[in-house]
């Protein structure tokens, strides 16, 4: 069975990016191998200048390593994550620079990088408080995913969001939130 990893940035219980992303995960188990990544008190370190000194020492967390490595061989990879300081939580984007990891999901000729990771699809799950559409200039998850997309050699980008959350009422944030299920399992058909 082809692998799939569920990258879960989701921060509270009652996650309304979690409650798009279970039924999409559900539906993607029937067909994917998913090995789920929970970034909620994962506690990966703030790369710095300690980190970078290893690094150029050839010396890497195994855990990292042997986390980068199932990302690279990964056939599609899902990210939860809500929208967070026009972005996403922090915990996420330490979580890649821990794993972005030469000769592993990325590599270089001396003149450019390219990526070597399997991935052909990722699809990009989030909900946004506010009124903000994927590719809004306030919008900085999306592009940043998209870099890394060519950075590690991942295939095409698929965003599923829910907006203006904060300013909806009960009513309207459940038809929000089922409107979001409804073109993600349109999504997993293909995925």
């Known amino acids: 069975m082809k692998k799939l990893v569920f990258i879960d940035a989701t921060m509270r219980a009652e996650s309304r990016t979690r409650r798009i992303a279970a039924p999409l995960v559900s539906e993607l ?7 789920t990544i929970s970034l909620d008190g ?21 855990e990292y390593a042997a986390m980068s490595r199932r990302i690279a061989a990964a056939d599609r990879i899902v990210i939860a994550a ?9 915990a996420l984007k330490v979580f890649f620079e821990n794993i972005s990891l030469f000769h592993i999901t990325f590599d270089s000729d001396d003149t450019r990088c390219y ?17 903000i559409h994927t590719g809004d200039p306030l919008e900085q998850a999306t592009p940043y995913i998209r ?32 409107a979001a299920v409804s073109e993600g399992m349109e999504i997993c058909r293909t995925f």
């Open 42 to 62: 994962a506690g990966f370190p703030a790369v710095g200048s300690r980190i970078l000194h290893d690094r150029d020492c050839g010396i890497v967390p195994e």
């Open 29 to 35: 188990g029937k067909r994917y191998d998913i090995e």
């Open 147 to 178: 870099a890394l997309s060519s950075l590690w050699g991942l295939g095409e980008l698929y965003v599923v969001s829910a907006e203006n959350m904060d300013y909806s009422s009960p009513e309207e944030i459940e038809g929000k939130i089922a």
């Open 115 to 131: 990526g070597l990771c399997k991935c052909s699809k990722v699809l990009y799950i989030t909900t946004r408080g506010m009124n």
């Open 82 to 90: 809500p929208f967070w300081d026009m972005s996403f939580p922090s």
